[in-house]
């Protein structure tokens, strides 16, 4: 099968979160299955195009807003895979320093763009090559217009007429408002579909993709229950529960080879299951080179998180105040974002020097020193579609403190994490507790939860499989129905 994968980043070349690590290793995995895979993302100005080797292939021109915008296509291959990466003006230049702007009606424009783009490249490397896509497989709002534009303008298209799209959402609260004034700006097709006017959402990308699409998937199968409730699904409730029939939840996996506590250039005491005593020496070169009193008997509990309000941080803050109050742990954290929980975190760091530190920024080998050097990882999201970081976590030992919500109900098992339900400080407070009093009290338990929680399978295999399932059943669908497959 050729699959075409669009999105907005991809690891290694450009992450700014989760998204990036599906689509960076998923296609890897179904390449390893023999089909073809070829990926696009925009050339981000972010991306390193010397160190990845980017090569320019091709260039075209397409017509924009009356105009002609000049497409620059370049090319990178990985492991069997394909990626290519668009750069254009008047968007994705190559200039901006960012992935996503702060402003969520640029990114509309700016992904319509590349969405537009996107296809118009895909016809032209079917003419010039030959590579046909049977599957166009889409990530989040971002590429929420192109089972719309496939739908619209290349129907009739020999090459990618006959394509299914799947649709994959990462996460339901970014769904790209406002996308109507850049269609009819662009001389785009408007939207048509009864289901978005009746709604109201003909102007949400989101919705768009999600009507559109031949098949939906989500990161995990209890994201696919919550996301056609009111509560999870941010106000598509009743275009997720319209097309709920074609929705399947297929858990994220993660890279075992990139992640691997056996086989790691950047920790100090590289280590197996059968060695997690070794944990100890990561625990205290990380707590030597970060400043921290270097206790190996405080059971060190970490948060590796996007500083956004999805990641539960107005309970998190709360609860690790109080224990770090009345418990004797210390407590890590990496990660950037809002500017109000950046403060938040830093302050926790500043008002206990001694048990506690905040690095604020995005940093990769930091992150890998802290799972490996953790006892616990603390996740207490307010909505989770699938989370990476609990699975890491699990890989090199560390047991999951976490919210009993989407993927992490289905990743972590109640015999290896401490999982609480409510939203409320008082749940991170009991479930930390609860950790605290294992680590303390029981260290034969413990040891029994880690080793559990290192032999827990999260390859991409045990996806990728459910992925061509939902390949499969998209194309027949499409077979069958053609266009009207929505
Ligand atoms: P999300 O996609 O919502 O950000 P996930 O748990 O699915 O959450 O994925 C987060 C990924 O990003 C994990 O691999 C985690 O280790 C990584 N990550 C998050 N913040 C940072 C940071 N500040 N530095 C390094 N890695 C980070």
Redesign the pocket.
Known sequence: MNILFIAAEAVPFV???????VVGSLPMTLAKEGHALRVLIPAHGVIDHQRHGLQPVDSFDMPWAGGSARVEVFHAGREGVDFFFLRAWPYFSGQEAFVYDWDEGVNVGRYLFFSAAALAWAQRAADRDGWAPNLLHCHDWHTGLVPFLHARLYNGSDALGGAATVFSI??MQHQGWGVGWHLNHAGLPGVDHGLLHASGRADNCLAIGLAYSTMLST?SPQYAREIVTPAGAYGLDSIVQARQSRLVGIL?G?DTVR?DPAHSAVIKAPFSAAQIDQKAQNKRALQESLGLPPRRDLPLVAA?????E??GLDILVPGVRHMLFHAEMQFIS????DPHWEHEIWRIGNDFPQKAIA??????P??EQI?AAADMFL?P?RF?????????AMRYGALPVVRAVG?LIDSVPPEVGFLFSEYHHDGVIRALSAGLEMWYQHPRDWKTRVQRAMALDFSWERSARQYLDLYDEARRYQRRYGEAAF
């Open positions: 992450k700014v979160g989760g998204l990036a690590d990462h996460n990161v994220n993660i992640w590796v998180s996007r500083l956004a999805q990641k990496l990660g950037a974002g690095y604020l920024g995005f940093d990769e930091l992150s799972y996740m999201s989770e579609p699938s989370g990476l970081g609990q699975m890491i993927g």
